[in-house]
């Protein structure tokens, strides 16, 4: 009986789930009720409310969800190793592009001005805690670099070529895209010229 109710539960906080982002699609956070979400999920406001506290929470657990997908494809192409050597690295084994591709209308969504919250400021956030927690950088000898700092850099940098290839509609192979990042985290340059 428990193994039903359980189900009943993850099935009723999907759909209620799937039905805010699709109503999202079509009208800003704010002018979405709850009267609505359970109307168009066929369910009532007593079952909205067993599974979130406010319209807010529901929306922060959806992004939560997306971000956490997020890491896991980050992640991807060392999952069974500890020590990584970008200039050794498969592209192929890149798989966050694809995945970016395949859910295109979610983080087009999380993206637009549809919601309240700055998507942008946590999807480079993510990266930057990832980043933090679970990279060590070998640096050359004698480097001034303070590691904090080329996690920050790294991780917006990452995230600002993540929003610009979705918000320009994909112009580019996912294949070429895991070729760029690699070659943007090898790449140093001591010297640049000023264009007159």
Do not use: C
């Given at each position: 009986m428990t193994v039903q109710l359980d189900k009943r539960v993850l099935?009723?906080?999907?759909?209620?789930?799937?039905?805010?982002?699709?109503?999202?699609?079509?009208?800003p956070f704010q002018q979405i009720t709850i009267s609505e979400i359970v109307?168009?999920?066929?369910?009532?406001?007593?079952?909205?409310y067993a599974n979130?506290?406010?319209?807010?929470?529901?929306?922060?657990?959806?992004i939560q969800d997306v971000l956490e997908e997020f890491v896991n494809q980050i992640k991807h192409p060392y999952r069974y190793i500890t020590?990584?050597?970008?200039?050794?690295?498969?592209?192929?084994?890149?798989?966050?592009?694809?995945?970016?591709?395949e859910h295109a209308s979610i983080y087009k969504l999380?993206?637009?001005?549809?919601i309240q919250v700055d998507f942008r400021y946590q999807l480079a956030k993510t990266?930057?805690?990832?980043?933090?927690?679970?990279?060590?950088?070998?640096?050359?000898?004698?480097?001034?670099?303070?590691?904090?700092?080329?996690?920050?850099?790294?991780?917006?940098?990452?995230a600002g070529l993540l929003i610009r290839w979705i918000e320009e509609d994909f112009p580019t192979t996912?294949?070429?895209m895991s070729t760029q990042i690699?070659?943007?985290?090898?790449?140093?340059?001591?010297?640049?010229?000023?264009k007159k």
């Amino acid at each position: 009986m428990t193994v039903q109710l359980d189900k009943r539960v993850l099935r009723s906080k999907s759909d209620i789930k799937h039905t805010f982002l699709r109503l999202l699609q079509d009208k800003p956070f704010q002018q979405i009720t709850i009267s609505e979400i359970v109307r168009e999920a066929s369910y009532n406001r007593g079952t909205f409310y067993a599974n979130f506290a406010t319209k807010e929470d529901l929306l922060g657990e959806i992004i939560q969800d997306v971000l956490e997908e997020f890491v896991n494809q980050i992640k991807h192409p060392y999952r069974y190793i500890t020590r990584v050597n970008l200039k050794e690295m498969h592209t192929e084994d890149i798989t966050l592009f694809l995945y970016l591709k395949e859910h295109a209308s979610i983080y087009k969504l999380l993206l637009s001005d549809h919601i309240q919250v700055d998507f942008r400021y946590q999807l480079a956030k993510t990266i930057e805690d990832l980043f933090v927690a679970e990279y060590e950088y070998e640096l050359e000898e004698g480097s001034r670099i303070d590691p904090k700092w080329l996690f920050i850099y790294r991780a917006h940098g990452v995230a600002g070529l993540l929003i610009r290839w979705i918000e320009e509609d994909f112009p580019t192979t996912p294949e070429y895209m895991s070729t760029q990042i690699v070659e943007l985290m090898l790449l140093s340059t001591a010297v640049f010229h000023v264009k007159k």
